[in-house]
């Protein structure tokens, strides 16, 4: 490709992804003079040094660092080399150069590889960041590079406020990598109500400028956004703008004649529906989503939505047919070998037994279920089902062992950052110590679960802890 053909490249990639670029100037005026971590995800070097000269020029105080290959600690570094006085912000380059290769991203790092410790050593120096840099910190890096951080530097990683993607294929038209790879639903999940209220606006600000209707060649983007909006709206409980954002990408689906991401869209909906009480209409989406996955011949998206209509006709109370649907389920799941969701579907079967009152049977499934995570090193999916098995153990009335499992999930859930878990756990310990009688024991493990419910803009979970410190005697000392 010739110099002049590679210029008009990276200005079509810089033109198509204009809404990002502008959110990133918005995260740097709104951000100016305080302590805050971001990732920039770009796979072109020549493109990132573009956008980081626009970005120069429009934010002059920019500082640029380029980090050295093999670089271990990223904080000594940043600590020696960056200026000191008059810097707006902070941009780190080439860190994927100290970092495994592309190919590791899907195996588990040995543990004495000095590269990975680079990623350990990030993580012990995430709080010491903010002491030295009270500035902006962005950080610029590949796909493969960001999956490495998001999942081997997890305490790091939960720092990250800002995400800001310029990844997309000018020759192959292949869109960016899916949100998932990134982990990007846990990463929303752990941000604060007022960071979540910043991402909320960030996106549809995004969204705004991609047009109404959306550029065609914006419209892999725009589904991205769309995913991650709708999930935070349906975090923090506002329902309608969240089933408004699904339907709009049933519609860009539609317009794309791309029936996997109706079916998405549609189970997306039925989710919703299912947390509004509308029981009805969420088995509709899910039917409907069901019928597009048959057609299309996608196990795994029909493994999906038996599963979620096995969740409603649990909420229902017809445990039999919820048992067939999660049988179904189970059985794609089985044939395809995926681990994951036949885990998930021997916990769904659990707790459709401990519903049942048969709680030999559901503790039987919920450590098959522990069993294939601890296998897989699933650390939320252990912290779910030692969850699982402290109720069973609650209602055998054998507290110590229901509080030694609350435990080891909070213990998982504290490690990996993961705010909702946390709060999840400390609520469950609370009742087990209301079960105790313990009840000043109970009111400070709620308070803390209420607290963090509502850090995290998560207002319906909010008021159920409250409900519970409600019933608690008017004679107990008030948090």
Known sequence: MTTQAQAFQTGIEVDRQAAELAALRRMLDIAAGESSFSIAVCNSPPLRDHLIGELARSHPGVETLSVPPSTTDL?????????????RALFIVDFEKSLPGAADLATSLPGDDPLRSALHVLNASRDRWRDVFPVPILIWLPEYGAALLSRHARDFWSLVRHRFEFVIDTVTGAPPAPLEHFDDIDWASNLDATAKQFRIAELEQRLKDA?????????PFVLYWLDELGFLYHMVGNLDAAIRVREQSIRIGESLDSPN?????????GLIYQKRGDLEEAERMH???????EKLGRLEGMANQYGNLGLIHRKRGDLDEAERMHRKALEIEERLGRLK???????????IYDRRGELEEAMRMHRKSLEIEEKLGWLEGMAGQYGNIALIFRKLGDLDEAERMHRKALEINEKLGRLEGMARDYANLGATYEARAELAEARRLWTLARDIFRKVGMKPEEAKVQSCLDRLPPDQPAP
Request: glycine fraction near 12%; proline fraction near 4%; charged fraction near 20%.
């Open 75 to 87: 904080f000594a570094f940043a600590s020696k080399h960056a200026a000191h006085v008059g810097r």
């Open 211 to 219: 047009g109404d209707p959306p550029k065609e060649e914006l419209l």
């Open 261 to 269: 991401t109706v079916a998405t869209a549609l189970g997306n909906l």
């Open 287 to 293: 039917r409907k989503a069901l019928e597009i996955t």
């Open 341 to 351: 969701g036949m885990a998930s579907e021997y916990g769904n079967l659990g707790l």
